[in-house]
């Protein structure tokens, strides 16, 4: 068998890597799994690339790369040994243009439909993230084993025996970082572990898990809703609103308790997941239409994402009008660029994030280029949403 033109540097830990291994799997682009199914001397060129390009500013993000952007940690995709790209939003674009599956395409034909599958995408991308880091690192946290299996994938990246201090390190940082993920807990929190492990509760900052939990059990809920009576959240086959959904669940399977919460709670979801984890999603042909079952997912995203993407698109233009041009995990580290919001009836801090900035303008530009009647096949929740005042 030939070698793959096309290598996936990413982690099972990543919801974006879970995303877009689920698009390159249905679209039968075959790739390489770095660094976890690499050879020492392959992973070494394989970052090495990464990071040169990085450095470079030369990553590709399709069709553009936005001043906004901010790099991951993963996941990117080398192509022939010599392009790197990211965004797993953007990359599924690209599959679309430049590698199309025999399923479909991830992003629909119609406006009507592309705008859903993109605005259900970045709502699990931003939003969604926060809820499924929270499962892991504080309703799971005594149950993951998260560190470990980095440690595991990085095997022959690191020098051998670094895998304890992997496990480690990369825990205390994840767990550290809870509060810029909107993960705030109340004073005093403990989940019986060592301080560095102990969700952490910054001084000002209203605490959110009270907020992130009943998020939490309204997505489960209108995600149940949609699964328990297609295969798909659009219709008959898997799209862009698939992957950036399953990204982020999926990501919570190998969390055990916030697992075992899914499978209790919604059934059909734990199943969808478990199916497109073992590719059962690749070669199902259908149709994809908008259906009235998609209304209390729509909400659940016009309570949560369209008002946090405005509150800090907001923000965003205060802080740039007077000077400030440290934003994301940099700024939140040295406590600038920080804004009070509320969502779901609860006050939150949060700090200015660009690529928000970026993704909301997508969004308000695809919404802006619809028609009335395509509109009009939306329904009335995403409309009230969209047209919605800041």
């Avoid at 970045?122 to 939003?127: G, K, L, Q, T, V």
């Avoid at 892991?136 to 993951?144: L, P, Q």
Wanted: charged share 25%; aromatic share 10%; glycine share 8%.
């Amino acid at each position: 068998m030939t070698t793959p033109r096309f290598a996936l540097w990413g982690s099972e830990l990543s919801p974006y890597a879970l995303k877009l291994r689920a698009c390159l799997d249905v679209a039968g682009v075959r790739y390489a799994w770095l660094p976890a199914d690499g050879g020492r001397l392959q992973n070494l060129r394989a970052n090495g690339r990464i990071e040169w390009a990085k450095r470079t500013r030369a990553v590709e993000r399709y069709p553009a790369l936005d001043p906004l952007d901010e790099y991951p940690l993963v996941p990117f995709l080398i192509e022939d040994d010599r392009r790197v790209h990211y965004d797993s939003s953007a990359l599924a674009r690209w599959i679309d243009a430049r590698h199309p599956g025999p399923d479909g395409p991830l992003v629909p034909a119609d406006p009507a439909l592309a705008f859903a599958a993109q605005l259900v995408d970045e709502a699990f991308d931003e939003f969604g993230l926060y809820m499924v880091h929270h499962n892991r690192w504080v309703v799971s946290a005594r149950t993951n084993d998260a560190g470990a299996r980095l440690a595991h994938e990085l095997r022959r990246v690191f020098p051998p025996g670094a895998g304890w201090i992997v496990d480690r390190t990369f825990s205390e940082r994840q767990v550290r970082r809870l509060p810029y993920l909107f993960s705030v807990a109340p004073h005093g929190f403990s989940v019986g572990l060592r301080p560095a492990l102990t969700p952490p509760s910054p001084p000002g900052f209203p605490p959110t898990h009270d907020l992130l939990a009943e998020a939490w059990t309204r997505c489960l809920a209108a995600v149940e809703a949609v699964l328990a009576r297609r295969p798909f959240l659009l219709g008959e086959r898997f799209t862009l609103a698939d992957a950036g959904v399953y990204g982020q669940l999926g990501m919570n399977l190998a969390d055990p308790t916030a697992a075992a919460d899914i499978r209790a709670r919604a059934p059909a979801t734990f199943a969808w997941l478990e199916r497109i984890r073992d590719r059962g999603h690749v070669g199902c042909h259908g149709e994809v239409a908008p259906h009235a079952d998609l209304e209390g997912l729509f909400a659940f995203i016009g309570e949560t994402f369209v008002p946090l993407m405005r509150q800090n698109a907001r923000a965003h233009a205060q802080a740039v009008a007077r000077g400030e041009r440290l934003f994301n995990e940099r700024a939140f580290n040295a406590r600038r660029a920080l804004y009070d919001g509320e969502l779901l009836g609860r006050p939150f801090r949060s700090v200015v994030k660009t690529f928000q900035v970026r993704v909301w303008r997508e969004i308000e530009a695809a919404w802006a280029a619809l028609g009335s009647e395509e509109r009009g096949r939306l329904g009335s929740v995403v409309d009230g949403a969209m047209s919605g005042g800041a």
